[in-house]
């Protein structure tokens, strides 16, 4: 799928007003949701989470 980066340039810098450090600091996600896109608002499913808490433990007691 081809991107179309005018557009979407124009939506974020003009329509958004980002800043262009802004716009290009947007993970692809990031902007789609500030553009209203409803799919970025999916929620996660179980499965998702119990493996993201498996890759990414909450830390305890004294660890940095």
């Given at each position: 799928?081809?991107?179309?980066?005018?557009?979407?340039?124009?939506?974020?810098?003009?329509?958004?007003?980002?800043?262009?450090?802004?716009?290009?600091?947007?993970?692809?996600a990031?902007?789609?949701?500030?553009?209203?896109?409803?799919?970025?608002g999916?929620?996660?499913?179980?499965?998702?989470?119990?493996?993201?808490?498996?890759?990414?433990?909450?830390?305890?007691?004294?660890?940095?």
């Amino acid at each position: 799928m081809r991107t179309d980066w005018q557009t979407l340039m124009r939506a974020g810098l003009r329509g958004l007003n980002l800043s262009p450090e802004t716009f290009w600091a947007l993970t692809p996600a990031e902007l789609r949701l500030l553009l209203g896109d409803g799919a970025g608002g999916r929620p996660m499913g179980r499965r998702r989470l119990d493996e993201l808490m498996a890759a990414f433990p909450d830390r305890t007691g004294g660890e940095t």
